[in-house]
């Protein structure tokens, strides 16, 4: 069991730019969710995917927000165009199970910063 | 909706005092879990309670410990003689009607030698 990956750490970026960002679940897990974490705050919920399907979205997750898990492994979060209120710590974790109730495993996040 | 709230922004003990966080809970659902998440400097949230909310027994684990009381909406965790190692920050949390966890906002606790 290897954890929760996310890449890179830290992402510094100027406004109007586009960032992607990666998450490696923990294998064989269903369940891949992102969430977004602001200074002073717990984390939101972004989005989730049971395997490769997209089952939820927040509507915090504008449309400038994309994200991707293209064989049910690891998923991508780009966010085009960004802006400064997109600064943040970007979380990603996953579930083995499809259950309600079922703990989340997170990674160590991935910190953006939009000058 | 379901909502967590945790009123207690920081909180700043002595090590080896006895602290107590506070979580207070909303929902419609009869059945439901809560958790607690720890969070250290580090930035992973670490993993430290599921509780049903059919079981209302308190729970303990080494120097920390759980008091559920559905009849005040209250999800407490007690660190027993605190240490600096755990120092951070504390989040309960609470499925929404999916599968997404809402956290409140956590709790910053401080533990000085």
């Known amino acids: 069991d290897t954890g929760v990956s996310q890449n890179p750490r830290h992402k510094i970026t100027k406004r109007g730019q586009n960032v992607t960002f990666r998450c490696d679940p923990i294998?064989?897990?269903?369940?891949l969710y992102w969430y977004r974490q602001t200074l002073g705050q717990g984390p939101e919920f972004l989005t989730y995917f049971q395997n490769e399907a997209q089952l939820e979205k927040s509507r915090l997750l504008s449309d400038r927000f994309s994200a991707e898990r293209p064989k049910g492994s690891f998923s991508t979060l780009e966010i085009q165009r960004t802006e400064q209120g997109d600064s943040a710590m970007y979380l990603c974790a996953s579930a083995p199970k499809v259950r309600v109730g079922e703990k989340l495993f997170f990674g160590s996040g991935t910190q953006l910063s939009v000058l | 909706a379901q909502k967590v709230t945790q009123a207690q922004t920081e909180i700043s003990v002595v090590e080896k005092e006895d602290v107590t966080l506070d979580c207070v809970y909303e929902t419609r659902d009869t059945t439901y879990y809560l958790f607690w998440y720890k969070q250290p400097p580090s930035g992973e949230l670490v993993f430290l309670i599921r509780r049903n909310s059919f079981d209302e027994q308190n729970e303990i684990s080494g120097r920390y410990s759980w008091n559920f009381q559905k009849s005040t909406s209250s999800f407490n965790f007690t660190i027993t003689a605190s240490q600096v190692v755990d120092s951070a920050v504390y989040f309960c949390?609470?499925?929404?009607?999916?599968?997404?966890?809402?956290f409140g906002k956590g709790t910053s606790l401080l533990v000085t030698p």
């Open positions: 294998s064989e897990h269903n369940r």
């Open positions: 949390a609470l499925p929404n009607s999916g599968y997404a966890l809402n």
